[in-house]
């Protein structure tokens, strides 16, 4: 009994020590951005309370549409995915890179979350709700007639919901190069039913305007104001206003459009390419904006579309309701005054998982939906089964990863594995698409690092090159993943204090947008092939390592 109660109080003072370091903290004046970092493209945000709710796009990652919640806008906890079964929706093989989930929005009316988006390569338009917006979340309500991409849910004051979506649903597409645009028609957002007559909105700010797309409406101060991001998720990207009277239209582009852009900068600036926002106002009034934006190191996006956020106030001008973005500043900052909310941090993420939990971390992810499973958490262990796909198809290969999200960054993981077939393989993948990654493997008798690279911009084909191979027959060996900016090292050994490079430090230009181009993100994780043969075997990873090196 004396043992048991020097127990209980030892768990109790590290619990407290563990509360007091991560809860006690000073507030700041300040916050920094990006406040999700990595890839967490095409944000949406709701608030219930005094409570934040963020769902992003996840593509053809699953675990899908990740959503976090927050009490003051900076410290954003993961708490559950919007599509988190595998028979929910199926990501079927041959989906391909940057095709799946696409901009989504977050809402909430008397009593439900709702999530619309779009599943591009298969079924188009649909909606999910949830009592809980950590879950569990409804199968698919799939929308019939409802071309494009992008849409979003608006509940008027009469309590009529009503549809907008990127597309252009009057026959004038081809008018100029990039022509888009933004349509509305009413619906019944808990049966997916589309009622009445569709109208065309927009199809930009201006004249030869390009993509008009992720559209929200909001009724502000009595005025209906449809924002929306148009010019393409690259240097042109922007976010665009219109206002209007009634809920039909007119909606006239207001003249201070584009309302945020980086466009003029180019890569002067730390921060680039930004649009696709959404709005907020919270419990005191005022209003803040979540949208997405790049930071480029040496000129390469590597880490992809990031979630920021942004100071805007309301004001009254010509055009009527018009968002000014950080005002005296008009730019996105990577540091500002934080919003008037009270300060309340989060525990921070794992950075060692000794795969001892119950239920696997909401951080790890992989490429497209599983039909049986092929890992789990055995005895402290990851295991995951030796499958016969590739990292290299557009399939699901045995790979289990999660989001880097600094430029500066460290991955290590323990294994255990050995084979004495040449095709059998296990280690580390740091990856952007199906083209473009780096394996560090244990394979028969070696350790061998393979790099897959696009050549050309855009590419889907990538070339596969062996950059080094060294001896090594161990059933245990280390495996470690070292970014610094656009250069990465590779590292393997018996153990932390034994470690030896393997190869030249390679380069990680390719990953970024400008080369690898696509809506999705760099990812790290475990892999395992037989090659497109049939294995029984197993990897056992004991434990995985990620640090941010900032």
């Known amino acids: 009994m004396k043992e048991l109660q020097i127990k209980i109080t030892f768990v109790l003072i590290n619990c407290l020590l563990l509360t007091s370091s ?72 041959g989906l391909k890179n940057s095709n799946g989930i696409f901009a ?35 199968d698919p309500m799939w929308i019939k007639d409802a071309p494009g991409i992008d849409p979003s849910l608006f509940w008027d004051e009469d309590g009529r919901c009503y549809y907008t979506g990127a597309g252009i649903i009057d026959k004038t597409q081809g008018e100029w190069p990039g022509k888009n645009g933004v349509w509305m028609q009413e619906i019944d957002p808990d049966k997916g039913i589309l009622i009445g007559k569709k109208k ?23 005025e209906y104001v449809l924002l929306i991001g148009e010019g393409g998720t690259s240097e042109f990207h922007a976010v665009t206003i219109f206002n209007s009277k009634n809920i039909w239209g007119p909606y ?67 055009s009527g309701v018009t968002p000014i973005f950080n005002p005296e500043k008009g730019l996105l900052q990577t540091e500002q005054e934080r919003p008037n909310l009270p300060w309340t941090p989060i525990p921070e993420l794992k950075v060692m998982d000794e795969f001892d939990s119950e239920t696997i971390d909401l951080e790890w992810n992989c490429l497209r939906t599983y039909q049986t499973p092929w890992f789990k958490q055995v005895n402290g262990n990851m295991e995951i089964n030796i499958g016969p796909q590739t990292i290299s198809e557009w399939k699901n290969p045995s790979y289990l990863a999660k989001r880097v999200k600094s430029h500066n960054f460290e991955a290590t993981t323990k294994m255990t594995f050995s084979s004495k077939k040449e095709n059998e393989k296990a280690g580390l993948v740091l990856y952007r698409k199906s083209s473009i990654h780096y394996q560090l493997l244990r394979e028969k008798n070696n350790v061998v690092l393979i790099k897959t690279i696009a050549k050309e911009v855009n590419t889907e084909k990538g070339v596969h090159e062996i950059i080094a191979k060294k001896p090594y027959k161990e059933m245990e060996v280390l495996l470690k993943i070292v970014g610094e900016g656009i250069n990465v090292k590779f590292f393997f050994g018996t153990n932390k204090d034994n ?39 197993k990897a056992l990873f004991d434990w995985f390592e990620y640090k941010n090196e900032n």
């Open 104 to 138: 989504p929005s977050i809402r909430y009316y008397e009593g439900t979350f709702y999530i619309i988006t779009t599943m591009v390569g298969q079924r188009g338009n649909f909606i999910i709700t949830a009592k809980n917006p950590s879950g569990p979340w409804s």
């Open 22 to 93: 991560t809860f006690g903290q000073k507030a700041p004046n300040t916050f920094k951005n990006p406040i999700l970092s990595g890839f967490y493209p095409d944000p949406s945000i709701c608030r219930v309370g005094d409570t934040y709710y963020m769902v992003n796009s996840s593509f053809e990652w699953f675990p899908g549409l990740p959503i976090h919640k927050s009490k003051d806008l900076v410290n954003w906890q993961k708490i559950g995915h919007g599509l988190h079964r595998p028979d929910q929706i199926v990501y079927k093989d």
């Open 252 to 318: 006239i582009p207001n003249h201070a459009n584009p309302i945020m852009t980086h466009r003029h900068l180019g890569y002067t600036y730390p921060i680039i390419q930004t649009g696709h926002a959404d709005l907020v106002q919270t419990q005191n009034g005022d209003w803040w904006s979540v949208l997405l934006a790049k930071r480029p190191v040496d000129g390469y996006s590597i880490l992809s579309r990031e979630t920021f956020l942004a100071k805007v106030e309301m004001t009254k001008q010509e």
């Open 499 to 537: 470690l030896q490079q393997i190869g030249e430090t390679q380069d990680l230009s390719n990953f970024g947008d400008e080369i690898a181009w696509g809506f999705n993100g760099t990812y790290i994780g475990m892999y395992a092939t037989s090659l497109g043969e049939k294995s029984k075997k």
């Open 200 to 222: 065309q909105l927009t199809y930009g700010h201006a004249s030869n305007a390009r993509w008009a797309e992720g559209p929200h409406l909001f009724k502000i101060n009595g």
